[in-house]
């Protein structure tokens, strides 16, 4: 149980277009989801979490009209990041939270902006 | 505010050796915390928590952690490494549990293992 997948599993896109990455629960609904990015060789920093049917709360220096995040139910949530540039290019981790509960990570999704 | 201390970037250790991963804690408050281990390419993998109930905290994959207050630390060890163990390995701390508890983690330690 307790399993959480990203789609997809890595994607190129070319500089000023936007992608859009989903993080799904695929065995419990998660009333918290959490984005982190993770360069190489660093660790994950966390960017923002998100309660369903609610804005999410973005950390200090992430910029909210970049990096755009939706949890429209209770079992996906959505990143979006517009304009990308080669510097977002990333690992980018969701993980998902059922009630009163752990973090449960997915698999990640690699993102190369050319 | 919490952070979390690894020290070293990479410990290197011979198949059949004692695994000791260091992780050293600063939180205002009683914490939880956790380690992780991630494969390339891939997400995180909880091996263990202490969440205030023992001390000695038993994972998963023959790993287990002590919870030192006096000393801020929370070392992963294993008596017996495995090639299977090469990995990252990442130390959080939260201050609470639950949904909304956010983690805050180290910058990892990577784990090569020697034939």
């Known amino acids: 149980g307790a399993v959480v997948s990203q789609h997809p599993s890595w994607v190129i896109c070319k500089s000023g277009t936007s992608v859009k990455i989903e993080c799904r629960s695929l065995?419990?609904?998660?009333?918290?989801m959490f984005w982190y990015r993770q360069f190489p060789k660093q660790s994950l920093m966390l960017m923002a979490t998100s309660n369903e049917g609610s804005k999410a709360t973005y950390e200090q220096g992430v910029e909210k009209d970049k990096f755009l995040i939706n949890h429209a139910s209770l079992t996906l949530s959505t990143l979006t990041v517009t304009s990308a540039h080669p510097e977002d290019s990333s690992f980018y981790i969701c993980?998902?939270?059922?009630?009163?509960?752990?973090?449960?990570f997915g698999p990640g999704t690699r993102l190369t902006v050319t | 505010a919490q952070s979390v201390t690894q020290l070293g970037s990479h410990v290197s250790v011979s198949e059949g050796a004692l695994v000791l991963l260091r992780c050293n804690y600063s939180?205002?408050?009683?914490?939880?915390l956790f380690w992780y281990v991630q494969y390339p390419n891939q997400g995180l993998q909880l091996l263990l928590k202490y969440t205030s109930a023992a001390t000695l905290v038993k994972g998963i994959n023959g790993f287990e952690a002590e919870f030192k207050k006096s000393e801020t630390s929370f070392h992963l060890t294993k008596p017996s490494a495995h090639m299977s163990d090469a990995a990252e390995y990442f130390c959080a701390v939260s201050l609470y549990t639950g949904a909304n508890s956010k983690l805050t983690f180290g910058k990892g330690i990577t784990l090569s293992v020697r034939p």
């Open positions: 993980s998902a939270s059922p009630l009163d509960s752990e973090q449960y």
């Open positions: 065995d419990f609904q998660a009333t918290t």
């Open positions: 939180s205002s408050v009683p914490p939880y």
